[in-house]
């Protein structure tokens, strides 16, 4: 009981998280070395494991000013997906997000982090398709405009590096990683969201997934060290939301695109054993 009292009050928005989110990890000073950020993410790591549930929405509160106009949340998806951070930042980032989605407890957390790719993906089909503007030749109305995210905010990263990518593939590979998580962590009907198109795009997230694994493959057959990770996560991601969600399942064996190339992943004989992460590519588009 005193263990969650102690890591409730270091949760307080003007506590040990806002120094670690807004001061700490949001700093490009050079006096904030990479030690002193590991060992604070570790620390609010195990503070977030030590407390109370309740405590947990603090990652979901935005402050009034410009320092803390981003949720921790925001923050902590950002220092995770950055490009110019060292590889054990990424890691140390994705492993608190992957033990606070991962608690049942929290399912919240899962959930929000998902509607963020929700409310990003809408947002961007309606600025794409002009869905705000009126109809020509007083035609039909098209479907209201959109309310954008807050720039920055957890959701639009973590499209933006799925959509990304072929050319930025280590965030793609968290980014990834995360949303499986959310899938097993948070509500049943998540898959059923990110595979149905909405009602400003016929785009669905699914699609964004499935149109960056050829390069992603392309990328991993000639030798790239970070492809072979992240096509990992795009299989795992896509296994995971395949599982009891038919729709997805028939859009995944009906990509005229993509099934060739899951095909040739599935089979040894096709994937040379040389390439690091063979068995595990392998094994992975089998599953799918």
Known sequence: ??????????????????????????????????NMKLRALAVL??????????????????????????????????QMLETEV?????????????????NRKSKFLADSLAEDVLLAHRA?????????????????????????????????????????????LRPARFASNLISRCFTGGSPD??????????????????VLLSGLPGVERSYRAGDGDAGPTLCAYLAL??????GTEVVATTVANSAANLPVLLQLADPKQTTTALP???FVSGLA???
């Open 45 to 78: 790591q195990s503070t977030l494991s030590a407390s109370d549930v309740e405590a947990h929405k603090s990652l979901l509160i935005r402050g009034n000013d410009a320092r803390t106009a981003r949720r921790p949340l925001d923050l902590l998806v950002q």
């Open 286 to 288: 089998g599953l799918v």
């Open 238 to 243: 896509l296994a995971e939301w395949c599982k």
């Open 124 to 168: 961007s089909g309606a600025r794409i398709t002009g869905d705000a503007s009126p109809p020509p030749h007083g035609g039909a109305s098209s479907p209201a405009a959109v309310a954008a995210p807050p720039e920055g905010s957890a959701g639009i990263l973590l499209l933006a590096a799925l959509k990304s990518c072929s050319e930025r």
């Open 1 to 34: 009981a005193e263990a969650s009292k102690n890591a409730q009050a270091l949760l307080s928005f003007n506590s040990f998280l806002g120094v670690c989110c807004y001061d700490l990890l949001a700093s490009a000073s050079p006096s904030m070395s990479l």
């Open 86 to 102: 060292p590889l054990k930042l990424h890691a140390a980032a994705a492993a608190l997000l992957a033990a606070v989605v991962d």
């Open 277 to 279: 992460h063979a068995p």
């Open 190 to 207: 998540l898959r059923q969201k990110f595979g149905t198109p909405s009602e400003t795009s016929r785009e669905t997230i699914l699609s």
